[in-house]
């Protein structure tokens, strides 16, 4: 450790031997000044270090430095001359350079310090939650709009994971991607529910450092801004925050003038910092009055307020609340919300979640409604088969849900990451079938792709395949399914080489299948394998108990689809659904239902009888088609009138059954589904 000797205690002498206190590598033994009350001397002798008026008396100790502050060219002189060549003399021109720059300093450190002391007041007023982590996950930044909302501490958030804190948020995604993710709804254990925005943090050299999470409690009516300090003195510190949002801000003072925008209001309006900075509040109202000079005048906030901004009189939604310091207005704070941008996200977010849709299964068993044993033996069996991979045969009439139990199983199964894949056997053509479900190769038919088509099942590789009326397929499909059940592998139309595949199959048909393989047309080795798990999903005349609760069921989802509100249903109702045979299942049950409640008035809450048609069984079969068949036309023309009307008897006849009509009028059921595609019946 080098040894050093001061010579001068005071202003200069103090902050030299202030600043080595804090050094490991350099020790003061002694100092000196002429002055016993010189401050210097006091803190040495404090610190247990030699203190003199003559410096003489201490060259008898070793020494590496001895620093010259007193400002006097005699003393230095002297000092040069004794000193032996080995200790290094600083003279007092180079301590007060080195007294400045402590100076300098200190001034430095104690307005870095003022500064994060209003940081801390300016995050700590905002009314939205702040939390920061750093790329580990690990919790920086934790304000006391944070603490208020999640019920824990800054204390004990502060070095904790995230996930400790505030679960399934999107801050880790955010590092991840570095993406922002804006407006997330999410439900805190405390039961709140928050609205957060997640945005990447970025240093000097934009290298991604952290990510940033700003929240507000929805779930209780609070103000936009709390009382802040000085606003001018806090505009730089906001820039950051304000600089990243991707809703514009403005910021007015309690004259009315703008005095903060950020790129995000630029964006939305058309309008630049130097058009609306230091103008009056209305410099970008198009269409409306200034929410600002309002709040101004009222001191209270405002929401929701529909205008028209800038030069392009872009449509936006005005959320706008007073700054208030002290009980002293010092201006107001706006959040504009594009309504453009609103609607095409919630557009965007439409498609996506149709896409969705159609690549995951959307049901589990929570929502399969019953109580009945019947069902109950269904459920429990259908979990059973949820948790192996055997093929899953459903059973049962049109209209039963049999296609809720495949979405139910898949997404109970170990594949329901995967996707799941649906086919209606009996609505493509046999020509496509097969390309369908096995794909083909490049030429393997006039019209064929370039560079070949994955077939369905490739597409469910990993995941299911629900076969959907599986009893229509053709004896020669049927062969081609039993070998991917057999072999577990596919051949593409046009190709020889076999394609191993993983996919669960679930099928489903409401034909009877005895009868199907008496009459040879469905295979029996393909029955069998099919016919592992066989599960029956009853019919709705079987269960009738269960209609309560399915229609408590349908009374929600009918409700969101035509705006209505019916809560309740007469006791008169039940029984006569309870009364009735429902052939077409759960799927008639909602349409009388969804019938009734569009014959209703829309203030009545109850549903009642009167309002409830359902058809006689059969009705309208025997009608006679001569008083409604076209006199006028070709031959041509009256005969597809006569076609068509006779279809729409059966349809009615079988209440809507297309199998079971198509069975009536001695057909197939793709040719019923053609003749119904050419008449337009739907």
């Not at 041509?636 to 076609?643: C, R, V």
Request: net charge negative.
């Amino acid at each position: 450790m080098h040894r050093i000797m001061i010579v001068g205690a005071g202003v200069g002498g103090t902050a030299i031997l202030q600043l080595l206190a804090h050094s490991t590598k350099w020790q003061t033994v002694a100092v000196v000044d002429v002055r016993e009350d010189a401050p210097g001397m006091v803190i040495a002798r404090k610190s247990g270090i030699e203190t003199g008026n003559d410096w003489h008396a201490f060259l008898h100790h070793t020494l590496d430095m001895v620093i010259d502050v007193t400002g006097d060219p005699s003393v230095f002189k002297e000092l040069l001359a004794i000193l032996p060549k080995e200790t290094v003399l600083i003279p007092g021109e180079m301590a007060e350079i080195l007294v400045q720059l402590l100076q300098e300093k200190d001034y430095y450190i104690q307005k870095l310090q003022s500064l994060s002391r209003r940081q801390q007041i300016i995050f700590n007023s905002i009314e939205e939650g702040m939390i920061s982590i750093n790329l580990e996950g690990v919790v920086t930044f934790f304000n006391q709009s944070a603490a208020r909302i999640t019920d824990v501490s800054i204390e004990d958030a502060i070095g904790q994971h995230i996930d400790q804190i505030m679960r399934d948020s999107s801050l880790t995604k955010v590092i991840e991607t570095g993406i922002t993710e804006t407006d997330q709804e999410l439900l805190l254990d405390t039961g709140k529910k928050i609205v957060a925005s997640c945005i990447p943090m970025l240093d000097e050299s934009l290298q991604q450092i952290g990510a940033l999470a700003i929240f507000k409690d929805v779930s209780e009516v609070t103000a936009l801004a709390e009382e802040i300090t000085d606003l001018k003195e806090i505009k730089t510190m906001l820039e950051a925050i304000i600089q990243s949002s991707d809703d514009a801000i403005s910021v007015a003072d309690e004259q009315g003038r703008g005095i903060v925008v950020n790129p995000a209001y630029t964006r939305i309006t058309g309008l630049t910092p130097e058009e609306i900075i230091g103008k009056p509040a209305t410099a970008d109202i198009s269409e409306g009055e200034s929410m600002h000079l309002k709040v101004i005048d009222t001191k209270k906030p405002i929401r929701g307020v529909n205008m028209r901004l800038g030069p392009n009189k872009r449509e936006v939604i005005v959320n706008v609340a007073p700054i208030i310091v002290k009980n002293e207005l010092k201006g107001s704070v706006g959040v504009i919300h594009d309504v453009t941008e609103m609607r095409k996200l919630a557009h965007e977010l439409k498609q996506a979640k149709t896409i969705i849709r159609s690549l995951e299964s959307k049901y589990v068993f929570d929502d399969i409604i019953g109580t009945s044993d019947e069902m109950t033996l269904a459920i429990e069996q259908a979990k059973l088969a949820a948790k192996t991979p055997v093929t899953v045969f459903l059973r049962g009439e049109s209209g039963t849900g049999k296609e809720l139990f495949a979405h139910a199983i898949h997404s109970e199964s170990n594949r329901h990451y995967e996707k799941f894949i649906r086919v209606n056997c009996a609505a493509i053509a046999e020509s496509l079938l097969e390309s369908e479900l096995f794909g083909y190769e490049d030429g393997a038919f006039t019209g064929a792709k370039k560079g070949g088509k994955r077939g369905l099942f490739e597409e469910a590789n990993g995941g299911s395949i629900f076969l959907d009326e599986i009893g229509e397929l053709s004896l020669s499909t049927q062969a081609k399914l039993l070998r991917v059940l057999q072999e577990k592998e596919i051949v593409r139309v046009g190709g020889i080489k076999p394609i191993s595949i993983d996919v669960r199959i679930i099928a489903a048909t409401n034909v009877n299948m005895e009868k199907a393989l008496h009459d040879h047309t469905f295979r029996e080795d393909l029955y069998y394998r099919l016919n592992r798990m066989p599960i029956y999903v009853p019919a709705l005349r079987n269960r009738i108990q269960d209609i309560p609760q399915l229609v408590d069921r349908l009374l929600i989802k009918l409700n969101r689809e035509y705006g209505r509100n019916v809560t309740s249903v007469s006791l008169a109702v039940f029984q006569k659904l309870q009364s009735y045979n429902w052939p077409g299942n759960v799927r008639e049950l909602e349409n009388v239902i969804g019938r009734a409640m569009i014959f209703m008035p829309v203030n009545e809450t109850e549903l009642h009888e009167r309002y409830l048609h359902i058809p006689a069984h059969n009705e309208g079969a025997s009608k006679n088609s001569k008083e409604t068949l076209n006199t006028h036309g070709t031959l041509e023309e009256k005969m597809n009138d006569f076609e068509k009307q006779i279809i729409e008897q059966a349809l009615e006849s079988c209440q809507h059954n297309k199998t079971k009509a198509a069975k009536m009028l001695h057909i197939s059921i793709r040719n019923l589904y053609y003749k119904l595609e050419k008449y337009g019946i739907e």
